[in-house]
């Protein structure tokens, strides 16, 4: 279980990593795999968050999820960088967009 709930931890640390990096290379223009000062400081904010979760066994998105960890500005901020990285995903990283999709259709 402990290895399966670290597996899972994970790969949400790099869902979420993927998807501020494609924001700052989009959005503000930076080169690939560098972010900027402001899409660091989240990024380091989201890994931190998804580290600590206290309901990662149980939960399947943040968003779902009845306890709310982030911060008001940095959850603005995460939406943000969702709202715009989430469709591209489906270009960028398939496998992960699908599986998500599959994932949040199962729960509803």
């Known amino acids: 279980m402990t290895q399966n709930l670290q597996a899972k931890r994970e790969k949400e640390k790099q869902i979420v990593s993927f998807m501020i990096h494609l924001y700052?290379?989009?959005?503000?223009?930076?080169?690939k795999g560098c972010l900027c000062p402001d899409c660091q400081t989240l990024e380091t904010y989201a890994l931190e968050r998804t580290e600590?979760?206290?309901r990662m066994a149980e939960k399947t998105f943040?968003?779902?999820c009845p306890v709310?960890?982030?911060?008001?500005e940095m959850r603005e901020r995460i939406r943000e960088v969702m709202k715009f990285a989430g469709p591209r995903m489906l270009v960028y990283y398939?496998?992960?967009a699908l599986k998500h999709f599959f994932e949040e259709e199962r729960i509803k």
């Open 24 to 31: 700052c290379y989009k959005k503000h223009h930076t080169e």
């Open 68 to 72: 709310h960890c982030y911060k008001p």
């Open 94 to 96: 398939p496998t992960a």
């Open 52 to 54: 600590r979760c206290p």
């Open 62 to 64: 943040c968003s779902s």
